[in-house]
């Protein structure tokens, strides 16, 4: 449950300031450990009602849930963030993934296959300014160096674009547009670069729109 809601409140890019708001007129506490499960399950639902949309579980309606499946998925989404993809839903992906591998559904396919997915989405990144390697020796960026050279290549979108001033660093810019200030609650993860990017692509979209690929 605790894993849904911070899910839900990166799809739906909600700024910190936002998001304790929130937890506190649906379960009248400013932390989800001290909430019960009656109350997680109500900040779900209010999550809901504000656009979070939970991706089925395995055996459900048959999403892919094999390690190519939600890397391409944790992709789609990161694209959708930085305005590549302007829908970022499963059937979205599904259509996508069909084109790339040949495969009616995502879940039936081989890893082998698979593997041709995940290039095209690095590719599609690669053409938007979201490298998945270093410059300097080719070697693959780590997962917590991704997520924050996403968050600095949405934010030169959102400058190119006028929202963003021009000298502001990242923790400036995640301040003045989300609400979030870096580093409050302890050093950064990769969780916390990824709901920073949700609420940069978020002002991305609201601001300048950008064209997508999909």
Not at 43 to 48: D, N, P, Q, S
Request: glycine residues 8%; hydrophobic residues 40%.
């Amino acid at each position: 449950m605790l894993a849904k809601i911070n899910i839900g409140r990166q799809q739906i890019g909600m700024v910190e300031d936002d998001y304790r708001q929130v937890l506190f007129e649906e379960t009248g506490k400013t932390s989800l450990k001290e909430c019960s499960d009656a109350q997680l399950d109500a900040m779900v639902g209010r999550l809901k009602q504000l656009g979070f949309k939970p991706i089925p579980k395995a055996g459900g309606r048959g999403v892919a849930q094999h390690p190519m499946a939600r890397k391409a998925r944790a992709l789609w989404i990161s694209l959708h963030h930085l305005g590549a993809v302007k829908n970022p839903s499963e059937q979205a992906l599904e259509a996508f993934a069909k084109r790339q591998v040949g495969c009616e559904k995502l879940i039936w396919a081989r890893q082998s296959d698979a593997y041709r997915l995940i290039e095209a989405l690095k590719a599609m990144a690669t053409r938007h300014g979201w490298r998945q390697t270093d410059p300097t020796n080719g070697k693959k960026l780590t997962p917590l160096q991704l997520q924050v050279h996403l968050c600095e290549v949405i934010l030169a979108k959102l400058r190119n674009a006028g929202v963003a001033d021009p000298n502001w660093t990242l923790n400036q810019a995640a301040f003045r547009l989300c609400g979030i200030e870096l580093g409050a609650d302890g050093p950064m993860s990769i969780e916390s670069y990824a709901q920073l990017a949700a609420a940069l692509g978020k002002s991305l979209r609201d601001h300048a729109p950008q064209g997508a690929e999909q």
